[in-house]
């Protein structure tokens, strides 16, 4: 035995040993109780940083104890290696993203060893291996055929010059792409979603079971998806169509004045006049260049425009205006609100601005409210005042109070329902991007969408791809008629061998989730075959 | 199965969790999970912070190579002092420290024991070369007792099984014997509460380095109890410092590895406190302490401070008006 302590001489000879033995392999021994350790994957940059050595050296030591406490533990490591830093990497270095990430997964796994951290590098997963994505892609088609997988329009950043789309943090302060300089535009593009909406009351609901999770975290995601309870009311237009709204203060109804729809909403064509057509369609023009961040930044200057349309305001029968905004957003909501001037900022802010009507419904004790002198909205408490059959209520959300009050005559008299709204919306997974998961979904010229049979997946990534000298990577558009064209990406040689989990992945019995990194690609069929009819 | 315990960083805690718990929803919904929540329980580290330099003037930094001399830091270009202040480590502020270069430096080990103890795991930690080297000061203390226990020959004892772990004789052991096998399970005991729960590895890491104090000054390096200790300490060690505790269980004649080994369990038995430290006030003033049997009632107590030296100063030829008994804690006279 060496007399000084040289960590040297023994670290890699002990770890080059348990590697002999399978001291790190999951135990077999199924009458254990089980402990499943998981550390976020790492995306597989190629450099571990501090950052990694601390959640990693954490995870290993709990690990480690409950494995010596008599569990049967279950420490597996993966890497979350779809995206675009690998595409980048690859257009500037000339190579393939493939051999890229998994250069850099055989370098970060050599570092991970060399902490000595006890990974069963058995049950590793590479979230780029075509025998990983093809549960992705299952996935995919478990949510689609739940009714939870669905296209829908939706605005994106385009390049025009490299033809692509960007993500918002490749485009610049000036809205510049960051890579051909081009004024990126915003483009209606057809994408998928996934119905995350659905969930949203059971995934703020459960919150409550997690003991195990940090205050904070449970905070977060509860104020992420964002609860707010009131009604949705519906106002028939003087074509006929119905616009409907979701609105936190179903009392304040009798105070709405005017609406204001998203330029973006589908009935601005039968709802615009002829003379306000060209306006309208300015409107919506310099509204589609602006980011989202811009359009609902506070204390900007209210823009707008009218339909030259009314529409009926349901509790009163009222002729009000029905103007557009940007500050509206397409994919909030209805697209439609109802504007209450006296009683919000924002909306008072654009009655002034435009000079549109203002009615006061909420009275404050002590003080009476003009409609003509006001200088600013009251959002505050009061008593109900011009509202019907609400008058001399007290305003608010309590039991007993003018939104419950407002509810129940709106049910009652057919004009509404009491309902929740979230601020979570659907989750867009598409990415027209290379490096990512195909989407197994056949866009076929017969018969439209047509999952891919699973028998059938993977659906892999085509191989030959080209590297254009703008940077962006392009490949012909392919034709899968086995589904998989292509034999699966391989991985370079490289200092050690990459290692396939084949049949460790089932559900029930493991059960990962990535930072799952989905990138649409249409698979475009000249001639229908598999799974289609 | 649902994750029993998930680590990884706060910038996560939104989405990804999020989505997670969407899939598990709905994968369950379509009967192929039989739970509801994927992530029993989470914990999110705290980021990791270098030295950084910075003009309080000007609010530029001042990458570590371009100053002279780190203990008076002074920008270069504008001769104004400098501030070190901790920020999270990044490229452009070049504060940065290289895993490869630390275990190069110190070993892997050490590494590990470091960002174990220099801050509980939710919170930022501090990147410190000098807190480094305590560590590594440590691994080198640890690995001196075991090369020293191994050159006694008292290995064989331990290899053998012949310790103070099973059936343990308490009431023929000596006191330093006592005292050290209380250490050996008070480090047992507090570890694994630290590994439970809310996860202190700062605090185990110290209760580590209590037990290597209390083996290298033991006064009954012969005896089972010392082995048992040597034993408890490298076991321990295991999570923490993998490689150190291996090599040294290991040459300390154990053909398995430490990492099969049983974690221990403390004995309540050997917790027990034989004596206790009496307080000794007059008129409400604290005098003095005496070590007296754990075990003594009011009267005994009364006793044992009437007869300690620090009473008998304070209260001979006075009368006493009153004596207030608190058992287990202290003895306080009221002289007239």
């Known amino acids: 035995m060496e007399s000084r302590y040289t960590p040297a001489a023994i670290e890699e000879k002990w770890q080059q040993s348990w590697a002999e033995q399978g001291l790190h392999k999951t135990a077999a021994d199924i009458s254990k109780p089980k402990f499943y350790a998981l550390s976020m994957f790492p995306y597989p940059s190629g450099n571990l940083h501090m950052g990694h050595v601390r959640v990693y050296t954490i995870a290993d030591v709990i690990a480690r104890v409950r494995r010596m406490q008599g569990y049967r533990v279950l420490n597996p490591m993966g890497w979350d290696a779809f995206g675009l830093p690998a595409e980048n990497a690859a257009i500037e270095r000339g190579i393939h993203p493939a051999q890229w990430t998994y250069q850099n997964v055989a370098q970060m796994r050599q570092q991970l060893d060399q902490l000595g951290i006890a990974f069963d590098w058995e049950r590793e997963v590479t979230t780029c291996a075509p025998d990983y994505y093809r549960w992705t892609q299952w996935i995919f088609l478990q949510f689609f055929q739940a009714g939870l997988a669905y296209q829908k329009e939706a605005t994106v950043n385009w390049d025009p010059i490299d033809q692509t789309v960007l993500a918002n943090e490749q485009v610049d302060s000036e809205g510049k792409s960051w890579r051909s300089g081009a004024k990126v535009e915003r483009k209606q593009l057809r994408q998928w979603f996934l119905k995350i909406t659905d969930y949203a009351e059971q995934l703020l609901n459960d919150l409550d079971q997690l003991s195990g999770w940090p205050e904070k975290v449970r905070l977060m995601q509860a104020n992420w998806i964002g609860k707010s309870t009131g009604a949705q009311v519906t106002f028939k237009t003087e074509t006929g169509d119905e616009l409907i709204v979701f609105t936190t203060r179903p009392d304040t109804l009798w105070g709405a004045t005017f609406m204001v729809l998203s330029p973006e909403h589908p009935l601005l064509e039968t709802l615009t006049t002829k003379q306000q057509a060209k306006v309208i369609k300015a409107y919506q023009q310099e509204a589609a260049a602006k980011s989202e961040i811009d359009r609902t930044a506070e204390g900007r200057e209210k823009t707008g425009v009218w339909t030259g349309s009314y529409a009926i305001n349901p509790v009163n029968n009222e002729q009000i205006p029905i103007w557009i905004a940007d500050y509206v957003l397409m994919d909030y909501g209805t697209g439609a609100i109802m504007a209450v001037p006296a009683h919000d900022q924002r909306d008072f802010e654009f009655a002034r601005q435009f000079e549109l009507s203002i009615a006061v419904v909420v009275q404050p004790q002590g003080e009476s409210f003009d409609a003509e002198t006001m200088t600013e909205a009251h959002p505050g408490e009061g008593v109900m005042v011009n509202s019907g059959p609400l008058d001399g209520i007290p305003a608010g959300k309590e039991k007993g109070q003018s939104v419950e009050a407002a509810v129940q005559w709106l049910e009652q008299n057919g004009k509404g329902k009491g309902t929740a709204n979230y601020r979570l919306r659907d989750w867009l997974i598409s990415r027209q991007r290379y490096w990512g998961a195909p989407i197994p979904i056949i866009h076929c010229p017969n018969c439209g969408t047509v999952p891919v049979p699973d028998r059938d997946l993977p659906v892999c990534l085509p191989e030959d791809v080209e590297f254009s000298g703008r940077g962006a990577l392009r490949w012909q558009s392919w034709t899968p008629g086995s589904m998989c064209p292509v034999p699966p990406v391989a991985p370079q040689p490289s200092a050690r061998q990459i290692r396939w989990i084949r049949s460790s992945i089932r559900p029930g019995t493991f059960y990962a989730i990535p930072m799952l990194r989905t990138i649409a690609r249409r698979l475009i069929l000249k001639k229908p075959t598999t799974g289609c009819r | ?336």
């Open chain 2, 1 to 336: 199965m649902p994750v029993d315990q998930y680590v990884g960083g706060i910038e996560h805690a939104i989405l990804h969790l999020l989505y997670s718990r969407f899939f598990t929803k709905v994968l369950r919904d379509r009967g192929l999970l039989n739970f509801d929540e994927p992530f029993q329980r989470l914990l999110t580290q705290g980021m990791v912070q270098g030295k950084t330099y910075k003009n309080p003037r000007t609010g530029k930094y001042v990458l570590p190579m371009n100053v002279a001399d780190p203990s008076h830091p002074v920008d270069p270009e504008t001769g104004d002092a400098l501030e070190v202040v901790y920020e999270k480590m990044s490229k452009s502020k070049s504060n940065g420290v290289a895993p490869g270069d630390v275990i190069n430096k110190y070993g892997a080990d050490t590494a590990r024991m470091f960002i174990l103890f220099k801050a509980p795991p939710e919170k930022d930690l501090e990147w410190d070369e000098a807190d480094v080297e305590g560590q590594f000061r440590f691994l080198n203390r640890v690995w001196r007792l075991v090369t020293d226990f191994v050159g006694a020959g008292l290995s064989v004892q331990l290899a053998a099984g012949k310790d103070s772990s099973k059936n343990p004789p308490l009431q023929e052991l000596s006191k330093p014997e006592k005292d050290l096998r209380r250490a050996i399970h008070t480090a047992i005991k507090a570890v694994t509460e630290d590994l439970q729960g809310e996860y202190q590895f700062n605090t185990a890491v110290s209760e580590l380095m209590k037990l290597s104090n209390a083996l290298t000054d033991a006064d009954c390096k012969d005896s089972p109890v010392y082995v048992e200790g040597i034993r408890a300490l490298l076991i321990l060690l295991a999570p923490f410092a993998p490689h150190i505790a291996e090599e040294l269980w290991q040459s300390s004649g154990n053909p398995d590895s430490i990492h099969t080994q049983a974690w221990l369990a403390a004995d309540p038995a050997a917790l027990v406190a034989d004596e206790i430290t009496l307080v000794i006030q007059i008129m409400g003033k604290t005098r003095g302490t005496v070590q007296v049997p754990a075990g003594a009632d009011k009267n005994a107590l009364e006793q044992y401070a009437r007869e300690s030296e620090v009473a008998k100063r304070y209260i001979e030829g006075k009368e006493i008006k009153k004596v207030i008994v608190v058992p287990g804690k202290l003895v306080n006279f009221v002289v007239g």
